[in-house]
């Protein structure tokens, strides 16, 4: 039974990671759709659709649990600014021709998270660990030196998501009931934004065509359903195990940015994509070595 949920947490991983590496073909449907508009309707259509899912999976009573705790909830509201954040961060990148941009924001992402948790969760790193940073902290310094510029979209994905991850290991929140939480908070001011705000007309759903709201619908389920995935993975299989998983999306990202979109792998990118590959390398190795010894 043990080995058949170690499985199943394997396939719910891949579905996840794969799932979020094709989400920018999703968000290419929408170029015409400006990024504050995806970013309301994803908020709006994976609320309704997580109340639904809970409604018949159950899971109202850590919701009403957790209305009891304010200082959960507080959290909460800070987590919920940080997705959306990202959310928007991303789409902007997917649809403005900047994918190369958004894959590198999701490899620094490991390494950032280890800063995270030097700063904020007291852990300590070793001189591997040390090299892995120091490697691609590098990266990012040449790019500013010799060419002049900061990835500002990889490091503001990899930041934002980052303080999102470290926050919602802090409240220890499952992942549904954190996200209709965090959706729930969303849902007023992207109304409000509809009805008062400068929202084109593709935020009105009468004015639109049946495939054009299909695929605004579909956001809530874009959102949802590789995030359910994870967290089905992160109960059935080992955390470090996982973390292997979390190369496979932003893989993907690349691979499509480069040889579907044509974006330019040059000489910028090459030099900053090679230093954080650098300290991914020897990140994981030293993980991989680190989990052999304690086998």
Known sequence: ???????????????????WGFAPLYFK??????????????????????GIMM????????????????????????????????WLLFIWAVNNDHLLDASLGYFINPLFNVMLGLIFLSEKLNRWQWLAVLLAA???????ISFGSIPLVSLGLAATFGFYALLRKKVNIDAATGLLVE????????????IWGD???????????????????????????????????AVRIPLSTLGFFQYVGPSIMFIMAITWFHERFD?????????????????????LLRRRRRL
């Open 199 to 233: 929202a084109p007309t593709t935020s009105h759903m009468f004015a639109n065509g049946w495939h054009l709201n299909l695929l605004l619908i579909a956001a809530g389920i874009i959102t949802t359903i590789p995030l359910l995935c994870f967290a089905g993975a």
């Open 29 to 50: 449907l929408l170029h015409q759709v400006s990024p504050i508009e995806i970013l309301i309707h994803r908020i709006i259509w994976s609320f309704l659709l997580m």
């Open 55 to 86: 409604s018949f999976m159950g899971g109202f009573g850590q919701l009403r649990a957790l209305l009891r705790r304010p200082k959960q909830l507080s959290v909460l509201l800070v987590t919920s600014v940080l997705i959306a954040g990202n």
């Open 1 to 19: 039974m043990a080995e058949s949920e170690y499985h199943k947490g394997i396939i719910l991983a891949l579905c996840a990671y794969i799932f």
């Open 183 to 194: 959706t729930a908070v969303l849902v007023p001011p992207a109304i409000l934004y509809v």
């Open 138 to 144: 590098s990266g990012v310094a040449i790019q500013l």
């Open 267 to 287: 000489m910028e990118k090459s030099v900053t994509f090679g230093f954080i590959w650098a300290a991914l390398a020897v990140f994981t190795s030293n993980m």
